[in-house]
């Protein structure tokens, strides 16, 4: 694989990447490449489902109203619209691909979620994220002039004459480069920055990293939502319990009963920012590391009906919802900010593309609405491929070009660095993230923060092994072995997330006001003149762009 030329690249096998696959011309030769080789990625993990105008009394008017609403006033317009105009068609396209949304009879079942004015939110019990990728799964395994990947990790973006084309990678015991026409990232989010998240282990960020070291835009990286009831035991994953329970009825309270929601609008049901701001609060008042949320009141038949996941899950870790509230508090969840692109999916690097979390069209805003990402995802990998469709960008085919081409192979050099030196690291940084740009912040932190992370990343750039991966050369190709192999990914997380991390801390810092996900407690409030979206670029800084404004 490695030194062959395809037309197209996805990198990241969650909904984005799938979905973008699948809609790309069939005549495009595509390699999808996933870091992992197991099954997961966050849009498999998400539970709630996917929202889209299907019943007569909602409408698009309601759902554009409702986005832009959550999103605090920095949704683009346009996007949105596109967005909720193109879902209906979306879900009949999956529902043509095999995906098995729940009925009520002949008609798609529907629910409420916070900040939704309508039962608009469509599922597959609460698993509708698994449901989704495997459908999408099946049918990528069917396309013809596909080839997917698993177990490669991404490293470096290749750029020519400011062109992106093609990528360094990680593919076994060597490390080589890939040729592409286009390079498409869908590489999902970075909820694993912090020490409290629901995401997966994956989700670090990596493509905005590469992005922004290619000389790409980001934006409003400040802005990440933290989900309000994650499961909260000791020694255990943090395990999602979807807002889709509060929408059938379930509550928040402490433990005398008493709702940390009331004074909100919409109380269990308000925006999650809000909800999750007030748990917060709370739990720092009480003293204590969680509340509670009480199922009982979703009743036990749709407790096992709808949400056979959650229940399956809390009674593995010796919980009974049927019987008592189980334990809850905010993490980590959607990262709102990503790599700046357009309507069609493209970045400010000729050549390249974003889809998905990984991407900021414009969508969410300074919020997420709940259960638009998976529908984001869908929409524009449509866009993207309509794109391709009317401007191809089909190469000369297969060309090698590792060693048989004239460059040379070699040996990576030096040892590895220490496992648990590189584990200490990155959970240390993990607990900073959490710490200073969690779900409330505080400048000053953020200000001793920065510096912090910054002669980190250094330091770490400068590790031996690490030079040499990113001075190799386009077509050489460095042979990497045993330890070394897996102690070079340890190495290459950790810095990939050291930038993430600084880059996340320095949007936090430069934002002094307060707006959806991103809650200074310095200043507490929204600011008129800081309605606009935040720019970074490598060599560039940190600006500001007017909302809705072209690039």
């Known amino acids: 694989m490695l030194g062959t030329h395809w037309d197209v690249v996805v990198v990241g096998g969650g909904a984005a990447g799938l979905m973008a696959c699948l809609e790309l011309p069939a005549g495009l030769r595509v390699l999808l490449l996933s870091k992992d080789s197991a099954p997961r990625s966050a849009s498999r993990w998400a539970q709630g489902g996917i929202a889209a105008v299907t019943r007569p009394e909602d409408s698009v008017a309601s759902h554009v109203a409702d986005t832009l609403q959550a999103g605090a006033g920095l949704c683009d317009p346009a996007a949105v619209e596109l967005l909720v105009r193109e879902a209906p068609s979306c879900v009949a396209r999956l529902i043509e691909l095999g995906m098995a949304f729940d009925r009520n009879g002949a008609e798609l079942s529907t629910t409420l979620e916070a900040a939704h004015s309508h039962r608009r939110v469509l599922h597959a019990q609460d698993r509708t994220g698994g449901a989704l990728v495997d459908a999408l799964e099946r049918q990528v395994q069917a396309r013809p002039g596909l080839l997917q990947r698993k177990g490669v990790m991404a490293l470096q973006l290749w750029l020519e004459a400011a062109r992106c084309v093609g990528l360094q990678a990680l593919e076994g015991p060597q490390v080589g480069w890939i040729r592409a026409d286009a390079v498409v990232l869908a590489t999902g989010g970075g909820g694993h920055l912090f020490a409290h998240t629901t995401n997966p282990a994956q989700a670090s960020g990596d493509g905005v990293a590469m992005a922004w070291q290619a000389g790409a835009a980001l934006r409003d990286l400040e802005f990440v939502q933290f989900h309000p009831t994650a499961l909260m035991l000791p020694g255990a994953p943090h395990f999602l319990i979807s807002e889709a329970v509060r929408g059938e009825g379930a509550r928040l309270g402490d433990a005398d009963g008493h709702s940390p929601v009331a004074a909100l609008p919409g109380r269990d049901l308000a925006p999650r920012d809000q909800v999750s701001r007030a748990l917060a609060r709370v739990m720092r008042e009480q003293g204590v590391e969680h509340l509670w949320l009480d199922l009982r009141p979703v009743g036990e038949q749709r407790l096992h009906q709808q949400f056979p996941t959650i229940l399956g899950r809390c009674r593995e870790l010796g919980l009974d919802p049927t019987t008592a ?68 960008p089909i190469g000369p085919g297969e060309q090698p070009v590792g060693p048989t081409s004239g460059h040379r192979a070699t040996t990576l050099e030096g040892p590895p660095r220490p496992s648990v030196e590189v584990e200490q690291r990155l959970q240390a940084l993990r607990q900073l993230c959490w710490q200073v740009a969690g779900v409330e912040r505080h400048g000053p932190e953020l200000a001793r923060a920065l510096p912090l992370v910054h002669q980190q990343r250094c330091e770490v750039e400068a590790w031996p092994q690490l030079h040499q991966v990113r001075h190799c050369r386009p077509g050489e190709f460095l042979a990497v072995g045993g330890l070394a192999g897996r102690g070079l990914k340890q190495q290459l997380e950790l810095q990939q997330r050291l930038v993430l991390s600084e880059l996340l801390i320095e949007a936090a810092l430069f934002r002094s006001e307060s707006r959806g996900g991103h809650y200074r407690t310095d200043a507490p409030a929204p600011q008129p003149f800081w309605r606009c979206h935040t720019i970074q670029q490598r060599d560039h800084g940190i600006s500001t762009r007017p909302i809705g404004l072209a690039r």
Do not use: K
Request: glycine share 8%.
């Open 325 to 392: 509230p189980i334990p809850v508090a905010p993490a980590a969840h959607y990262w709102m900010g990503g790599i700046w692109t357009d309507l069609q999916a493209a970045t400010t690097v000729a050549g390249l593309y974003a889809v998905g979390e990984v991407a900021s069209t414009g969508v969410h805003g300074a919020n997420r609405l709940a259960s638009n990402s998976l529908m984001e995802c869908l929409v524009f990998a449509r866009q993207l491929a309509r794109q391709f469709s009317a401007h191809s």
